[in-house]
């Protein structure tokens, strides 16, 4: 257990919808990033946030977005979906900036139809 | 920006033998190293890491190593077992965790234990 809880953990969208994904990080973690992992590939770096602001972002376009609350859990909203959407989001949580490993939570499957 | 090459992309080796898969990469500034593991329909897991100030590491039957020179590192699992079958992804990053550039993964290996 790495104490990363995602929510859903599986979901079917249509596209052209939008989707929203949600992590609560381990307890003490001010550090939230964002991973897409499709299907037979590696996980690729979409956004992190630190203190409630983005810090940095991988190659995705802006209807990726993201928020990251006081209490440290994050969202990943996704808006108009598209086939090549689907993929499992993963998110891990770290104790800071830099310099410390990350871990993964269970993930979210996306299905977009 | 960084860009991770892993190989081969499928091994399968005997219960009991080696398992060697290797990875180079091309930023320079990289520094941390981090080596993970996925079972059909999981996250994946951590399984070793190496910062650049190393050039080798183990875990009981697992190590992991570094040439920063070279640009490439290794995961070398030693008398494997059959819990080993899974996909083994290594990534790389200038700072541990990630950062604000996150980390940049190789495709995977699917690494087959034939008994």
């Known amino acids: 257990e790495t104490g990363v809880t995602q929510s859903p953990t599986h979901l079917i969208k249509t596209r052209g919808q939008q989707v929203t994904l949600r992590c609560s990080s381990q307890?003490?973690?001010?550090?939230v990033s964002w991973y897409q992992q499709a299907l037979g590939q590696g996980p690729q770096f979409i956004f992190q946030?630190?203190?409630?602001?983005?810090?940095g972002r991988g190659n995705f376009p802006p209807r990726f977005s993201g928020l990251q609350f006081p209490n440290y859990s994050s969202e990943l909203n996704v808006n108009a979906l598209e086939l090549d959407d689907s993929a499992l989001y993963l998110c891990?949580?770290?104790?800071?900036?830099?310099?410390?490993?990350?871990?993964f939570g269970e993930g979210s499957w996306l299905t977009v139809v | 920006g960084e860009n991770v090459e892993q190989h081969p992309s499928t091994l399968s080796v005997q219960e009991g033998d080696s398992a060697v898969i290797k990875c180079t990469y091309s930023?320079?500034?990289?520094?941390?190293f981090p080596w993970y593991k996925q079972e059909l329909g999981k996250r994946p897991q951590l399984i070793i890491d190496?910062?650049?100030?190393?050039g080798e590491k183990k875990d009981q039957r697992i190590a992991v190593t570094l040439n920063k020179t070279a640009k490439h590192f290794s995961l070398h699992i030693t008398e494997t077992q059959p819990e080993d079958s899974a996909v083994y992804f290594c990534?790389?990053?200038?700072?541990?965790?990630?950062?604000?550039?996150?980390?940049?993964f190789g495709k995977g290996t699917h690494l087959i234990i034939q008994p």
């Open positions: 930023d320079s500034a990289s520094n941390y």
């Open positions: 307890s003490g973690h001010n550090t």
């Open positions: 990534a790389a990053s200038r700072v541990g965790g990630g950062g604000a550039d996150g980390l940049t």
């Open positions: 946030y630190y203190r409630e602001e983005e810090n």
């Open positions: 190496i910062r650049s100030n190393v």
């Open positions: 891990a949580s770290s104790a800071d900036l830099t310099g410390n490993t990350i871990y």
